[in-house]
């Protein structure tokens, strides 16, 4: 069996929303403990809906398609839908990534936790308001 899914390659050789946001509500960057790859997130963020985003990272193939993937989630939807995006939720949309490489996903994850933390702050929102039920 390949190693990686059809869809991990597509979103690996043609990743979406790659890029940068000038005019960015929030930015949100981090690395990863794991390999020290680093990922960051833009959103252009509306009445609560997160109308544009791109990312750019340091990350591996995997961190790559994962992105790619997450930003196709995320894009229209709500900040608090966003929020609750887990990279479990990606990683199955990807249709599976190898147990080893399940680390990478979660730069996505937490790059976009991130950026919509900068938002609330910068907006003045209480970023706990946002959260899911039991987090
Ligand atoms: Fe670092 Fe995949 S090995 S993000």
Redesign the pocket.
Known sequence: MALYSETVMDHFRNPRNVGVLDDADGVGEVG?A????IMKIYLKIEDNVIVDVKFE?F?????IASSSMATEMIKGKPVAEALALSNKAVAEALDGLPAH?M??SV?AEEAIKAAIEDYCTKNGIPFDTLRPEGE
């Open positions: 990863n794991k390999c020290g790859d990272t990350g591996c193939g995997s961190a490489k680390h990478c730069l």
